[in-house]
């Protein structure tokens, strides 16, 4: 039997509005929580594929939840067409995989397979069912919710308990979460994607704004984490564009009115920290294709193509525990 939307419509005819599937994994739901079940796509350079890839990681969702994993580039024409690419062979591109569940060429093949009158992105991640062959969801925020406890009644100890939301800070997660996605993490795209000089003075500013105070906000909640003792969404939101930031921002969209490394101390510190001691940060982070997608398929921004080397290394090293020692920093912005 088909599934339907909240509204009644088959989920083979329904066409998104907004380019995106809405729905939940859920007990008691129109997609209950199966092992092995659901399948997710991923595009390993994605900061917002990243964020879904984190919470399969950190809540124990590897082996319930199996990835098919784009190439990094080519991504298309301007209209981004045809879109993301999979790899005939996992020798191909190291990192990306053939699509394991329709041996697919292209992203969009698998989106018309849940609808074929999709005219909307074809965008990573994709959460798909693999019994009623529809899209669940295509909206990171929504999947990095939902999964947190779509399958804890599957779940063993300590995954079961794990909570990135806790009810006892969700007004802060919320509050931090909206100017956090607004001014930085999309916000780096409004300043790379500029198209006049005035566009970008005007978008690279909030992001350094966002900055600043995140260096504060950790630094006043003494770690490990942004929040403080608790690992929460705020850090798995803020973990994907600050990896990406010294590595790919600064230079590609020219956000280098600072570095993570040299003006953001506590921030280096915190990122750190996840990427050498907390398990599933570094396991979803490849900056071979970080690196490569941005500068091997935007083509108006960086026509030759060419990938820097630097900075070396990706991610330092050295993580202090102490946070009292370090001197919280920032970028000055003029009045």
């Not at 704004?209 to 939101?237: I, S």
Request: aromatic share 14%.
């Amino acid at each position: 039997m088909a599934a339907t939307q909240a509204d009644g419509s088959d989920h083979k005819d329904f066409v998104p509005p907004d380019g995106s599937w809405h729905s939940i994994i859920a007990p008691d739901s129109e997609f209950p929580p199966e092992a092995g079940r659901y399948h997710l796509y991923i595009g390993l350079f994605c900061p917002f594929a990243h964020r879904a890839n984190l919470v399969r990681h950190l809540k124990g969702l590897t082996s319930l939840i199996d990835v098919s994993v784009v190439k990094p580039y080519p991504k298309g024409d301007e209209k981004g067409w045809p879109g993301w690419c999979f790899p005939k062979s996992e020798d191909e591109y190291p990192g990306a995989t053939p699509d394991k569940l329709f041996g697919s060429e292209y992203l969009h093949e698998v989106y018309f397979r849940s609808n074929e009158q999709y005219k909307g992105r074809y965008s990573v991640p994709v959460l798909w069912d693999t019994k009623k062959g529809v899209i669940v969801n295509n909206e990171s925020p929504e999947i990095l919710r939902f999964l947190q406890t779509a399958f804890d009644n599957l779940l063993p100890e300590p995954y079961r308990s794990v909570s990135f939301y806790p009810e006892h800070l969700r007004s802060a997660i919320d509050e931090i979460s909206t100017w956090m996605q607004r001014d930085l993490n999309t916000g780096v795209y409004k300043a790379g994607f500029s198209s006049t000089q005035e566009g970008y003075d005007r978008n690279v500013v909030p992001v350094f704004e966002a900055l600043n105070k995140l260096e504060k906000l950790a630094y006043e909640n003494g770690g490990p984490y942004v929040l403080g003792k608790e690992l929460t969404e705020v850090d798995l939101r803020l973990y994907p564009t600050l990896i990406r930031f010294d590595t790919v921002y600064v230079q590609h969209f020219k956000c280098n009115l600072g570095t993570i490394r040299h003006n953001y101390p506590v921030l280096n510190n915190w990122m750190k920290n996840l990427y050498w001691n907390v398990r599933g940060f570094k396991e979803t982070t490849d900056f071979k294709h970080i690196k490569e997608n941005y500068t091997k398929s935007h083509y108006d921004i960086n026509p030759k193509a060419i990938t820097p080397m630097g900075p070396i290394p990706d991610i330092e090293e050295g993580y202090e525990a102490n946070w009292s020692k370090i001197t919280p920093g920032g970028v000055h912005l003029a009045a």
